[in-house]
């Protein structure tokens, strides 16, 4: 019987040869057949599409950073107060050589969701997106509660 000890250092388990391998041999082979083995991890391949947020006086602007995509296979949508961004492609290539006797087939599928709750500072009705240069843009204006307000109250 083999008992595997892991050392902890600062509360965090230590990271053995072992699981340094079993990580590298996985991460490669699942590029292979992702068709991205002399690719480093893309953020669409993992799940992690990075989405910037700014604020300006008039409303918020999402950037969604997917590059590659196609417009067509965007979803946006609002229930509640819930924002969620989603993305599926899917695609089927088919070669066959009945002469040679072979046939190939290959499904490939790309998906990720992001979902963002808002506040009542945005005006839901007016929310609109475009898709340009890879990045997914969100415009999200504020409404009138939610505007900077300024004005001199006369003293009488």
């Known amino acids: 019987m083999t008992t595997a000890i892991a050392k902890k250092q600062n509360g965090n388990p230590s990271v053995s040869f072992g699981n340094v391998v079993d990580n590298l041999f996985q991460n490669s082979l699942r590029r292979f057949f992702d068709d991205n083995f002399w690719e480093t991890d893309t953020p669409l391949a993992t799940g992690k599409i990075p989405v910037n947020v700014r604020e300006t006086e008039q ?8 590059p590659g995509c196609s417009k067509e296979d965007f979803s946006v949508n609002i229930q509640d107060n819930l924002l969620t961004i989603s993305f599926n ?18 499904y490939l599928q790309r998906s990720f969701s992001r979902t963002f709750t808002l506040d ?27 505007k900077k307000f300024s004005r001199n109250i006369e003293i009488k």
């Not at 409303?59 to 997917?66: G, L, N, S, T």
């Not at 009542?120 to 504020?142: C, E, H, Q, S, W």
């Open 59 to 66: 409303q918020y602007e999402m950037d969604v950073i997917a």
């Open 89 to 106: 492609h899917k695609e089927d290539k088919k070669e066959q050589d009945q002469k040679a006797g072979w046939v190939r087939n290959e």
């Open 120 to 146: 009542d500072t945005v005006d839901v009705t007016k929310i609109n997106a475009a898709y340009t240069n890879g990045i997914l843009r969100l415009t999200l204006p504020k409404n009138e509660k939610a």
